[in-house]
Nanobody
Framework: QVQLVESGGGLVQSGASLRLSCAAS????????IGWFRQAPGSEREGVAC??????VYTHSVKGRFTISKDKAKNAVYLQMNSLKPEDTAVYYC???????????????WGQGTQVTVSS
């Protein structure tokens, strides 16, 4: 079955860290640009981080706190989130990004999402 499965979300206090995982099955992530996105209640889904092998981009609000990485051997992409803030609360999704990570990138094939809640 071709799918992306996110995990690692949870409820944490402000300042804590979480590591989200995006595991692919049924296909190889090698050669794909992968993005992490998030959607808070009442807000549009936004791109958080993206990696396409040639570049890595982050949205301004997470620069210096979040790190995206790819593990070819495990066929997975990770999002290390440090110094979490209440405004980081959202459902986080990973997705393939056919157009690459330049400009306003958009997801195409999505996982089901994982909830991240940061309390103050």
């Amino acid at each position: 079955q071709v799918q992306l499965v996110e995990s690692g979300g949870g409820l944490v206090q402000s300042g804590a860290s979480l590591r989200l995982s995006c595991a692919a099955s049924g296909f190889s992530l090698d050669g794909y640009a992968i993005g992490w996105f998030r959607q808070a209640p009442g807000s549009e889904r936004e791109g958080v981080a993206c990696t396409d092998g040639g570049s890595i981009v982050y949205t301004h609000s997470v620069k210096g706190r979040f790190t995206i990485s790819k593990d070819k051997a495990k066929n997975a992409v990770y999002l290390q989130m440090n110094s979490l803030k209440p405004e980081d609360t959202a459902v986080y999704y990973c997705a393939t990004v056919p157009s690459g990570c330049s400009g306003s990138y958009r997801g195409y094939f999505w996982g089901q999402g994982t909830q991240v809640t940061v309390s103050s």
